[in-house]
């Protein structure tokens, strides 16, 4: 007996919940009884049920059928349900869809995706200033923030590369944003869109560079590339 009901309860089957809808449905204006209407009509479309009766799925809840027609009513006005027609040979019957549901949670899914980019970019961006009123050793002005946020936004150069560009002005003690721009300007004229290749970059004109000596005695003085003068 018990291993005959084992057996009938195991035909039946599971129906899979997209743990998306679970998480994130109060996030489409839907409560805890539309929630559950919505998962009722999943349960019969998968079971091959296109177009359950409101008593059918209130049967197998805590309210009565007008209330679940007014929900389900009210899922269709926001679009989150609708009513399609299939031919079924000379007929043409009715039946419900939930494609308008699995598509808003794309997107939202989506949206979350693109708000933690633009967070992410955000908190990258704030710590780029950050760097380089630490260098200067005062707040940016208001057209050198500008000018930060044309060099990653117009000219789309890297955050890391603009910090090396910058660790360039301080070692050559031109500490501008002028002769930043200088410099970004070259490696970009040149292809140099990484750090790796903005050091190799320098270290390869080094060692072409003619450096003028007037005489031989040590000065201290370590030599650097004037890149406002290329």
Not at 3 to 16: D, F, H, P, T, Y
Not at 19 to 48: A, D, I, R, S
Not at 106 to 119: A, C, F, K, S, T
């Amino acid at each position: 007996m018990k291993k005959r009901v084992m057996l009938q309860w195991l035909e039946q089957g599971s129906i899979a919940i997209p743990k998306l809808l679970m998480t994130n449905y109060q996030k489409l204006g839907l409560n805890e009884t539309e929630f559950m209407v919505v998962l009722h009509v999943h349960t019969f479309l998968e079971c091959g049920n296109l177009f359950p009766t409101p008593n059918e799925i209130s049967a197998r809840m805590t309210i009565n059928p007008m209330q679940c027609a007014d929900i389900l009513r009210l899922l269709l006005q926001r679009g989150l349900l609708t009513i399609e027609g299939r031919r079924d040979g000379d007929l043409i019957c009715e039946t419900y869809s939930l494609q308008p549901l699995w598509e808003k949670m794309l997107q939202l899914l989506m949206n979350d995706i693109m708000g933690e980019e633009v967070e992410e970019e955000k908190a990258r961006q704030s710590s780029l200033y950050s760097i380089f009123e630490q260098e200067f050793g005062r707040p940016l002005s208001p057209f050198e923030c500008e000018t930060l946020a044309m060099w990653q936004d117009q000219d789309g150069h890297d955050g890391t590369v603009i910090q090396a560009a910058l660790r360039e002005a301080v070692i050559s003690g031109k500490l501008n944003f002028r002769y930043i721009d200088r410099i970004l300007f070259e490696w970009k004229k040149n292809g140099v869109k990484t750090v790796e290749q903005a050091h190799n970059y320098g270290k390869k004109f080094r060692q072409h560079q003619k450096q003028p000596r007037p005489d031989t005695t040590y000065t201290g003085k370590v030599p650097f590339y004037n890149w406002l003068e290329q």
